[in-house]
């Protein structure tokens, strides 16, 4: 069992910047692959961003060059620096781990980020 809390979010200007957190606890497998996803309403949830625990990277070109994720393992905590936000980032972001070479994926609970004047 993984369990993951997020922290961060709100609401911020357009070309604006927020960090997310997302702090993990429990039985946490040492090969994983942490992230970020988004769900805007009406839309499907969609990667924005992945990071293994080897350090690998991955991003959705439409964040690219704008967001960044990292990880500090000794926490077992991922971030995502976003950076000019634009209003088409609005989304309820939500955290994601899963286990590398096996059947385990648990999700954050969710926080909202609004980019708005």
């Known amino acids: 069992q993984v369990q993951l809390v997020n922290s961060g979010g709100g609401l911020v200007q357009p070309g604006g910047s927020l960090r997310l957190s997302c702090a993990a606890s429990?039985?946490?497998?040492?090969?994983?692959?942490m992230g970020w996803y988004r769900q805007a309403p009406g839309n499907e949830r969609e990667l924005v961003a992945t990071?293994?625990?080897?350090?690998?990277?991955n991003y959705a070109d439409s964040v690219k060059g704008r967001f960044t994720i990292s990880r500090d393992n000794a926490k077992n905590t991922v971030y995502l620096q976003m950076n000019n936000l634009k209003p088409e980032d609005t989304a309820v972001y939500y955290c994601k781990f899963a286990a590398i070479g096996r059947d385990f994926v648990s999700w954050g609970q969710g926080t909202q980020v609004t980019v708005s004047s």
């Open positions: 429990g039985s946490i497998f040492r090969l994983n692959v």
């Open positions: 990071i293994t625990s080897a350090g690998s990277t």
